[in-house]
């Protein structure tokens, strides 16, 4: 989890985890995120350029977290999908604002910004991407 | 005509409340006490893993979607909160970099209790006006915390409003604005300080009561308009009493301050309640109508708006659909929210 990175690679990863922001084949219209710089479909013949996503997709598939990871005892339950975004990338966020017997596969939903995780009472605070529903 | 002011508003209210019998059972006390010393029912209480930043993100994404306009052309940010998520490091760097507006723009932190916001929104209207920025965004955010058993507790809720000022598609012109400040130890929190404390005998009659009523006559004296030019006023609200004794001292008729009062369901969003109520007037505001807004923060100061609306845009995003989503907390669940308990 980030806050078990280098601060410089959690900043790095500021315009993806605050925006979604990711990347598009011109040539073929494929989205990629987080971002790739190149198409392995069109290989040579691949434009990529920056690509932020809408924020909106459905529940790919999800999974109910009840032993937390360190920093996030606070947290349990909370539920773990894998978000297919409607560019047709996938990734995986918490989705927030339901209970675990309210989520199902294909539930639409949508990205808010949040905190992620804090590096104790003095470090930096990591903020990003959940999806709650749409 | 060029006029200056309003050119797109967002609200974000989080959609946990806690009841004051939820509160005064825990301490021993009567509720109907607080319910009608206060005249509040419920607060909102913000997610673990919400902040004033996060607040700030949500209301200014509504604001930039009614305005329309591309966040790469916001060249100014002003954050006002009494719950700044770091001490030092500027709310307002995240609130840019999340909306999409960095890195051609300035952007600071502004602190002045409970007025800040409006404070903001000053400070954007002189630029724009002085064409030094084509837009500014000016917020007010806070997720506000009273010590456990405090008075406090009872009223200190978590919510913001997002305003971005310009002088091109503007729907609510800003026709004038004043300011009246003094030194008065009200409230305050001193460095380091988890909680806040408060003078008690200074917080209504000289500080309240005595910002307000002097802001809000010097903006009718300077417009030289009168109670009746208006067909909404909205006042900073701590709770549901004072904004209420303030609107019968001013002759300001209940319905006209009824519509912008959102403290008894919400209770006191500090630097996002008189700007929420503005935000809320605005939803149910005509072309034409005429609204007076007078915030407070402790310290203290005022800040007194003239605001006419000249072009109604839809607020996808009401503040009534934040004020009516509302799940309730009993005291343990509050205590996890607000990080009473620490692990
Ligand atoms: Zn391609």
């Excluded at chain 1, 790919?60 to 990338?89: I, K, N």
């Excluded at chain 2, 609200?237 to 009824?258: D, H, S």
């Excluded at chain 2, 996002?272 to 935000?279: N, T, Y």
């Excluded at chain 2, 034409?288 to 000249?310: C, E, H, N, P, Q």
Aim: proline residues 6%.
């Amino acid at each position: 989890m980030p806050h078990r990175k280098s601060l410089s690679l959690v900043w790095r990863r500021y315009p993806q985890r605050y925006q979604l922001i990711g990347s598009k084949c011109l040539t073929c219209g494929t989205h990629f995120f987080p971002p790739r710089d190149f198409c392995p479909k069109c290989r040579r013949k691949g434009e990529i350029v920056e690509q932020k996503m809408k924020g909106t997709g459905k529940i790919h598939s999800f999974t109910v977290v009840r032993v937390p990871q360190e920093g996030f005892e606070m947290e349990v339950p909370y539920v773990l999908a894998v978000v297919e975004l409607d560019e047709g990338p996938k990734l995986t966020a918490q989705i927030i604002s339901v209970k675990p017997d309210e989520v199902s596969i294909g539930m639409p939903v949508k990205m808010v910004f949040r905190r992620i995780s804090e590096d104790g009472d003095s470090g930096i605070i990591n903020y990003g991407y959940k999806f709650e529903k749409a | 005509m060029k006029h200056f002011g309003i050119v797109g508003y967002g609200a974000y209210v989080p959609r946990y409340r806690i009841k004051v019998e939820e509160i005064a059972k825990i301490w021993g006390k009567n509720p109907e006490d607080y319910k009608k010393g206060l005249l509040i029912r419920e607060k909102s209480v913000p997610d673990v893993d919400e902040d004033a930043a996060t607040i700030a993100v949500s209301a200014s994404l509504n604001a930039i979607e009614m305005a329309g306009i591309n966040p790469q052309e916001l060249d100014a940010i002003y954050v006002g909160s009494e719950s700044h998520p770091y001490a030092v490091k500027p709310t307002g760097t995240v609130v840019a970099e999340a909306i999409g507006a960095t890195p051609n723009l300035t952007s600071a932190d502004y602190e002045f209790a409970c007025k800040a916001g409006t404070a903001a929104m000053q400070t954007c209207l002189g630029m724009v006006k002085g064409g030094m920025i084509k837009y500014g965004l000016a917020i007010g955010a806070d997720t506000s915390q009273g010590r456990p058993g405090d008075a406090l507790e009872y009223t200190a809720a978590a919510g913001g409003a997002a305003y971005i000022i310009g002088s091109e598609n503007v729907m609510a012109e800003i026709e004038e604005t004043c300011s009246f400040t003094t030194d008065t130890p009200d409230f305050w929190r001193r460095a380091g300080q988890e909680y806040p404390r408060h003078g008690a005998r200074f917080t209504g009659e000289p500080a309240y009561f005595k910002h307000v009523l002097s802001a809000t006559r010097m903006l009718l004296e300077k417009t030289g308009t009168t109670i009746d030019d208006y067909d909404y006023v909205v006042l900073h609200q701590p709770n549901g009493k004072f904004p209420l004794r303030a609107a019968k001292t001013l002759g300001v008729p209940k319905e006209k301050i009824t519509p912008g009062l959102l403290v008894p369901e919400i209770g006191n969003t500090y630097s996002g309640a008189s700007i929420l109520g503005l935000a809320a007037v605005l939803d149910e505001a005509k072309e034409g109508d005429r609204i007076l807004m007078t915030s407070f923060g402790s310290g203290a100061g005022s800040d007194s708006f003239s605001i006419r609306v000249i072009k109604k845009k839809e607020n996808k995003h009401p503040v009534k659909s934040y004020v009516e989503k509302r799940e309730y907390l009993n005291y343990g669940q509050y205590a996890k929210h607000r990080r009473k308990i620490r692990m």
